[in-house]
């Protein structure tokens, strides 16, 4: 396998989501980049859990509905994101939620 499955010492991918909305609608031109702390260099990327680029860029405009992740040589996965296609979608923010934070959600259409 391309990314490893137990991770223990293992760095983490990061997906970077622009806009930084989730879940990512089509209408907005949602771009993806897949960071780790190596250098530049190809990427594999997945869809709905099934490898669907394997030597894909480190930055892609989505042209379709699904939920995508990434990975490099020698990291975890980084974390998934969906993207639909849907003309009413309530959104919150990327970056990770724990109890007690305030957020703002997004009702779009």
């Not at 499955?5 to 993806?32: A, M, Y």
Request: proline letters at 9%; hydrophobic letters at 30%.
């Amino acid at each position: 396998g391309w990314c490893p499955l137990s991770p223990t010492g293992v760095p983490t991918s990061r997906l970077r989501v622009k806009p930084p909305w989730s879940p990512g609608v089509l209408w907005d031109q949602v771009t993806l980049t897949c960071q780790d702390s190596g250098t530049d260099g190809t990427f594999t990327w997945y869809k709905n859990g099934k490898r669907w680029w394997k030597t894909g860029p480190k930055r892609f405009t989505v042209t379709e509905t699904g939920t995508f992740k990434c990975c490099r040589p020698d990291t975890k996965f980084s974390p998934s994101l969906t993207v639909l296609n849907d003309s009413l979608v309530l959104q919150r923010p990327v970056q990770a939620l724990v109890e007690g934070d305030t957020a703002t959600l997004r009702c779009r259409a």
